[in-house]
């Protein structure tokens, strides 16, 4: 079994920061990609931002520039940096991990996903 434990979100003022933490744990014999994705009410779940186990970074449009991913590869474990947050950041930002669990055969690949944690941004 493989466990997403989320942290970090909370209310907080326009303008203001975050830093979201997601630590992957059980068992896994190699991490790939790892997320973070976010759903407001009323709309899909939209990603965010994701990381290479490289580190190579891909965006969204609308968080580029305030948003930073990273990883802790010792930890198994992503972050996410937020910065200049505004309303239309409110949403439960959810991590999302691409590994294998007992060897690097296909049958091994799963995707998990953490619980979710919620962002508010007040003005």
């Known amino acids: 079994q493989v466990q997403l434990v989320e942290s970090g979100g909370g209310l907080v003022q326009t303008g203001g920061s975050l830093r979201l933490s997601c630590a992957a744990s059980?068992?896994?014999?190699?991490?790939?990609?790892m997320a973070w994705y976010r759903q407001a009410p009323g709309n899909q779940r939209e990603l965010v931002a994701e990381?290479?186990?490289?580190?190579?970074?891909n965006y969204s449009d609308s968080v580029k520039g305030r948003f930073t991913i990273s990883r802790d590869n010792a930890k198994d474990t992503v972050y996410l940096q937020m910065n200049s947050l505004n309303a239309e950041d409110t949403a439960v930002y959810y991590c999302?991990?691409?590994?294998?669990?007992?060897?690097?055969?296909?049958?091994?690949?799963?995707?998990?996903w953490g619980q979710g944690t919620q962002v508010t941004v007040s003005s």
């Open positions: 990381i290479t186990s490289g580190g190579s970074t």
């Open positions: 999302k991990a691409d590994l294998f669990t007992h060897s690097l055969a296909r049958s091994s690949r799963s995707y998990y």
């Open positions: 059980g068992t896994i014999f190699r991490l790939n990609a």
